[in-house]
């Protein structure tokens, strides 16, 4: 599976983005499809998932600003972000896996080359 995440930007505090990850390759309906994001000296932190059947999960911190939804026809996962904070900056990645929702990056097979988020205070 190869990943293309776009979508990433400069952007206000309380605005929007919506990061988008086109998958090609192998079976992309079957996948579970997480994004996470890294700040600069951090570690990768998961943000949210999405399984095959449409259960979700995501980090406590952006529960109600964020919505994960995928297009199968498109092979392609969003990451809707509403409400965005400074502390969301970061650049994001895509990654997909196999079987259940895991938000441990290692537990991904597949990632995607990241995007740039900035949220200017």
């Known amino acids: 599976v190869q990943l293309q995440?776009?979508?990433?930007?400069?952007?206000?505090?309380?605005?929007?983005?919506?990061?988008?990850?086109?998958?090609s390759g192998r079976t992309f309906s079957t996948y579970v499809m997480g994004w996470f994001r890294q700040a600069p000296g951090k570690e990768r932190d998961f943000v949210a998932a999405t399984?095959?059947?449409?259960?979700?999960?995501?980090?406590?911190?952006?529960?109600g600003r964020f919505t994960i939804s995928r297009d199968f026809a498109e092979n392609t996962v969003y990451l809707?972000?509403?409400?965005?904070?400074?502390?969301?900056?970061?650049?994001?990645?895509?990654?997909?896996?196999s079987s259940y929702v895991t938000p441990r990056p290692a537990d991904y097979d597949y990632w995607g080359q990241g995007t740039q988020v900035t949220v200017s205070s």
């Open 80 to 97: 809707q972000m509403n409400s965005l904070k400074p502390e969301d900056t970061g650049v994001y990645y895509c990654a997909g896996r």
């Open 51 to 63: 399984s095959w059947s449409g259960d979700t999960s995501y980090t406590d911190s952006v529960k």
């Open 5 to 23: 995440a776009s979508g990433g930007g400069l952007v206000q505090a309380g605005g929007s983005l919506r990061l988008s990850c086109a998958a």
